[in-house]
């Protein structure tokens, strides 16, 4: 299925049946203000949560916000101007901690260049498109990370992140084609949810194709036989006989 409208109503029904399984609107996870949430997300990069979040802990900890500072940040600009080893140690717990202690550093450098200090207030000024534009010319930043800034912080704005549940779903289902790799899925799925849909509703179709992909459409293994896009899904309907013959012959 390559028509446009068609596609959009797919996307439509799709979010409508994941809805009724895992419950809209989902409650947020987070409540970081963005540049925190930057650093979040930059930690969480193919990174399991608890270890992200643990190493996330562990900035605070090491480098406490001051009174003034906003809830649950740590004191960026210590971060910034640490030792590059300390931060990478303080940080260890993550996927490649070598990298991503300069990258944060780097990241917390340019944008005090940019904007004189350490907010990403910014970008309240700024629509989706050019927040986003203005977060991805930081070094390392992608389409997943701008959306998520936009998305999970306490900017609550309406920019559609693509994790890799999300985009194995998409996928799957045939919102999108196995060629299209994760960075420019973002366009094309954000394309196919209506214009008006707010930050919640936006928000609500990531959590719940990412849900999906946690909790049945597995990467190896998806349960169709008990999944409700089965019958809106090519790949389902490939599999699901399979399985059905292959108990057969167990019997
Ligand atoms: S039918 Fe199977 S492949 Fe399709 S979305 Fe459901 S679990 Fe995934």
Redesign the pocket.
């Given at each position: 299925m390559t028509d446009p409208a068609a596609l959009r109503a797919k996307a439509l029904e799709i979010h409508r049946l994941l809805c009724t399984v895992h419950g809209c609107p989902v409650p947020y996870f987070h409540s970081l203000d963005p540049l925190s949430e930057l650093v979040s997300s930059l930690l969480s990069h193919r990174t399991r949560n608890a270890a992200s979040g643990a190493a996330f802990k562990a900035l605070r900890r090491r480098w406490p916000g001051g009174p003034d500072a906003v809830e649950r940040a740590a004191d960026w600009a210590a971060v910034r101007d640490a030792p590059t080893a300390e931060v990478e140690s303080t940080i260890a717990g993550v996927t490649w901690p070598e990298q991503k202690a300069p990258r944060i550093q780097a990241i917390l450098r340019r944008i005090t260049e940019r904007t004189g200090g350490l907010s990403l207030d910014v970008l309240n000024e700024l629509s989706v498109p050019e927040a986003r534009a203005w977060l991805e010319e930081l070094p390392g930043v992608g389409p997943k990370t701008s959306a998520a800034v936009l998305s999970f912080s306490t900017l609550r704005r309406a920019a559609l992140p693509v994790d890799s549940h999300h985009h194995?779903?998409a996928v799957?289902?045939g919102l999108i084609p196995a060629s299209l790799a994760v960075g420019p899925s973002h366009a094309v799925l954000a394309a196919q949810l209506p214009p008006e849909w707010d930050a919640q509703q936006v928000y609500d179709n990531h959590e719940v194709l990412m849900l999906?992909?946690q909790r049945?459409?597995?990467y190896r293994d998806?349960?169709?036989d008990?999944?409700?896009?089965?019958k809106?899904?090519?790949?389902?309907?490939v599999?699901?006989p399979v399985r059905e013959e292959e108990e057969r012959a167990r019997a």
């Open positions: 194995r779903v799957r289902t999906h992909g049945c459409c597995y998806p349960a169709c008990r999944c409700v896009l089965l809106l899904c090519p790949t389902g309907q599999l699901h």
